[in-house]
């Protein structure tokens, strides 16, 4: 089994209380949903039902709103590229999370003082067929001092072989609805 200070992360679009209320405790959820604009009612729904549970709630691509509605942090995708919000004054306990697929990406996401770093594909999936495998990820991971999350194409038929990667944690969004 995974030492305890491995985390799961759960991605979501919409809330979905039933799946939240299965997650497991050292689950943290982030909602990313870029195909609305961002609901604060639906936010403060997915807020009430992951601290019921005492999970982590990150928001998506919006530090402001993250701050504003007192998230336990943000999560940027690799396409954001933005650096001015290293100028907000952030809570003590508040977490930068992003995702990146290569060494440029990853020496961003450091510039940003992102405290983990999704690092993605790492396995195949049906919504995208090219991945970086094992090696490609692992040459990756040994390139940053952060906290290092694998993300992509894990599901319950390959999570065990995340074990042999000492990553920090596990992101999927298929993985908990299987």
Partial sequence: MHKSSFNFFC????????????????????????KEDLNVNTILKIKKACKKRRLKFYLSNNIKLAIKLNLDGAYFPSFNKDLTFNSY????????????????????????????????????????????????????????????????????????????LKCDGVASISLFKE
């Fill in 89 to 164: 004054s952030l809570k003590k306990n508040f977490e930068l999370l992003g995702s990146a697929h290569n060494l440029r990406e990853i020496r961003l996401k450091e510039s940003q003082n992102i405290n983990h770093i999704f690092i993605s594909p790492l396995f195949s999936s049906q919504k995208n067929k090219k991945c970086l495998g094992i090696y490609k990820f692992l040459k990756l991971k040994n390139n940053s001092k952060r906290k290092i999350i694998c993300l992509g194409g894990i599901n319950s038929k390959n999570l065990r072989m995340t074990n042999f």
């Fill in 11 to 34: 991605y979501i679009d919409k809330l979905e209380t039933t799946l939240i209320n299965k997650l497991p405790k050292t689950t943290s959820v982030i909602y990313r949903n870029y």
